[in-house]
Structure formats: structure tokens, C-alpha cells
């Protein structure tokens, strides 16, 4: 009986950790020092990076461009998103935060965490799923599900 109860606290642990992991994401600090793309203007107003934006690479995700778009576990991509202004477009205010993390574990968007934070870094709640993976599946499902390449870093 008493390994029972051990064993029951272990998986509620387990399992307890397993959802809080899950469901709020947090955005890594100092992306900013990252490796950052060129300055890329999206003006179709269907995307949903209508505006400005950057990618940030980390030194894993580095090495995952470098090969091509075979990315090791760990390899984390972040985008800042801001809203266009006038014409010539300048950057307006930052309007979104968005983040790809290689883990294993999240076998339902092949391989990757996929999550959405406001401009204060706080997540966004949206559903990987439903609200990120379709695009990323349908553009690059032969890229590792990373739609920009290297040449997006020159
Ligand atoms: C409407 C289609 C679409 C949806 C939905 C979408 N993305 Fe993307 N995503 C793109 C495109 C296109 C790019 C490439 C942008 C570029 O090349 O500059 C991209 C790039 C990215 C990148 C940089 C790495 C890469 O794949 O190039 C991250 C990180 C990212 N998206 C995360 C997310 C997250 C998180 C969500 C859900 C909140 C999401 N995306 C939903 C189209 C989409």
C-alpha cells in the first residue's frame, strides 16, 4: 500500500510538472543578443507578421541554419513583431512576440514548442496547435518546420 501512495505522488508530480511546463511558456531572456536576421517587411496584410519584423537565433538554432534546417534539440527562434508606419514604412510599436523551442515532448507540432507573448512577455495563451502549427506544417514540413533559412541572416 505504501509503495502505492509513493508511486501515486510521483506521477502527480510528474504529471503536475508535465501540464505547468505546458501551459505557460516563458520567453527567454536576452534573445536579444542573439544572432538577428535582416529587417524583414511583410506587407500582406492576411500574415501574421503584417508589419516589420526580426528573427533572433540562438546558438543551437545557428547551427540548425547552418545545416539546412536540421535543428538540434534545444534550439530556440524567436521573432519581434511591430506594426508598420507610413511610407516609407518605419517601425512602429512592438506588437507581438513569438517563440519556437526544439523539445521532443511536443510531438503534436512536430517537435517543437510553439508559443505567443505580448510586447510585456507575458504568454499569450494561444493554442500551438490550432493557432501556429498549420502554417509552419503546410510551408516547411521538409525544413524542419522553420519557414526561414539562412539566407534570412546575412
Ligand atoms: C499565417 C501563417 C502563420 C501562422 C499561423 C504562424 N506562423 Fe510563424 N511564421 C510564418 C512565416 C511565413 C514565417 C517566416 C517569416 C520570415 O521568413 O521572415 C514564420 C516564422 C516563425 C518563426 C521564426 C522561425 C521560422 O519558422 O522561420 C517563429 C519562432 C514562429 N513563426 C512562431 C510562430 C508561433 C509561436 C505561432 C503561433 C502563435 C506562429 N508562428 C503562427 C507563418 C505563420
Known amino acids: 500500500m505504501k509503495t502505492a501512495a509513493v508511486l501515486m505522488t510521483a506521477l502527480?508530480?510528474?504529471?503536475?510538472?508535465?501540464?505547468?511546463?505546458?501551459?505557460?511558456?516563458?520567453?527567454?531572456?536576452g534573445y536579444a543578443d542573439w544572432k538577428k536576421s535582416d529587417r524583414k517587411v511583410d506587407t500582406d496584410k492576411n500574415s501574421l507578421f503584417y508589419g516589420i519584423?526580426?528573427?533572433?537565433?540562438?546558438?543551437?538554432?545557428?547551427?540548425?541554419?547552418l545545416a539546412d534546417n536540421k535543428f538540434?534539440?534545444?534550439?530556440?527562434?524567436?521573432?519581434?513583431?511591430?506594426?508598420?508606419?507610413?511610407?516609407?514604412a518605419i517601425d512602429g510599436p512592438k506588437?507581438?512576440?513569438?517563440?519556437?523551442q526544439k523539445d521532443k515532448r511536443h510531438t503534436a507540432t512536430g517537435g517543437w514548442l510553439f508559443a505567443g507573448f505580448g510586447v510585456d512577455g507575458k504568454p499569450a495563451g494561444l493554442d500551438p496547435v490550432?493557432?501556429?502549427?498549420?502554417?509552419h506544417q503546410k510551408d516547411a514540413a521538409q525544413r524542419?518546420?522553420?519557414i526561414s533559412t539562412k539566407k534570412d541572416f546575412k
Open 95 to 100: 506588437n507581438m512576440i513569438v517563440l519556437m
Open 144 to 146: 524542419d518546420f522553420v
Open 53 to 65: 519584423h526580426y528573427i533572433y537565433a540562438d546558438k543551437k538554432a545557428q547551427r540548425g541554419y
Open 72 to 88: 538540434p534539440e534545444g534550439s530556440r527562434i524567436v521573432v519581434e513583431s511591430f506594426s508598420i508606419k507610413g511610407n516609407p
Open 12 to 29: 502527480f508530480l510528474f504529471v503536475t510538472a508535465a501540464i505547468s511546463g505546458a501551459a505557460s511558456p516563458v520567453l527567454p531572456k
Open 130 to 135: 490550432s493557432t501556429c502549427f498549420g502554417c
